[in-house]
């Protein structure tokens, strides 16, 4: 049985409003201007992933007929995901060639330094909406074979980590950098190759199909709006 963020509402609960959306939102801000110091012509913008990822997966909740209470906390839930990555030197992420383990590794602290900024900064400060942020924030490399960032299995990801990591995952596959050669980016080759070649290994596929269905639903339409896709 999954379990979803049913428990607030971040559209009316005061802090959430008062304290955690200012907090998303400069952090944002502080991601972009830290995306403007890395070299000219990259186009995986991190600020810019983070608002598609959240798009993504407010729109897969909503088709899931999860609600728009779950959906906005979701939303609100991922949007910081990857704020920890300003942390880290800003040289390391626009190489040419494919990191090795090693700076993957070294890369990958982003997840508990942004769960580290968050539980300074609200040290003394209890809410269900900071737990499901820090959740993701620490736990959106995961993988359901324990292969993952931190080695957590499937049975200890919950239903929004799961989720998350599967949209963060396309949306990282779908810009193209140096190293995808010529791979198949458009939306269709990327649920294709996440399905074949990660698999159940890798993703919750109930989770992973349900996203796949909305985004395949996008892709008939025609919908080409950047931001969204
Ligand atoms: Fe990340
Ligand atoms: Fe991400």
């Known amino acids: 049985m999954y379990k979803w963020p049913d428990n607030f509402d971040f559209e009316t609960d005061e802090i959430c409003q008062d304290v955690f959306k200012p907090f998303i939102l400069s952090e944002l801000d502080k991601l ?44 609100w839930a991922v949007m910081p995901h990857d704020i920890g990555k300003r942390r880290l030197p800003v040289e390391i992420w626009d190489q040419e060639e494919k990191p090795d383990g090693e700076m993957k590794a070294y890369r990958r602290t982003h997840t508990q330094l942004g769960a580290m900024i968050v539980r300074d900064r609200f040290e003394g400060i209890k ?76 993703y919750d596929m109930a989770l992973f199909e349900a996203f796949a269905k909305m985004k395949e639903a996008d892709y008939k339409k025609g919908r080409i709006l950047q931001r969204n896709a």
Not at 52 to 68: E, F, K, Q, Y
């Open 127 to 202: 809410h269900p909406f900071k737990d499901l942020m820090v959740d993701i924030m620490l736990h959106h490399h995961e993988n359901m074979d324990g292969s993952g960032t931190h080695g957590l299995k499937g049975e200890l990801l919950s239903a929004p980590v799961r989720l998350a990591s599967i949209i963060e995952a396309y949306d990282g596959y779908r810009i193209w950098r140096p190293h995808f050669a010529d791979r198949d980016i458009t939306p269709s080759g990327v649920l294709e190759r996440m399905r074949e070649e990660k698999g159940e290994q890798i």
């Open 32 to 75: 972009e201007l830290y995306d403007r110091q890395r070299p000219s012509g990259h186009t995986y913008i991190f600020h810019e992933h983070a608002q598609r990822v959240a798009t993504n997966v407010r729109r897969t909740c909503v088709s899931m007929g999860l609600g728009d209470t779950v959906a906005q906390n979701m939303y």
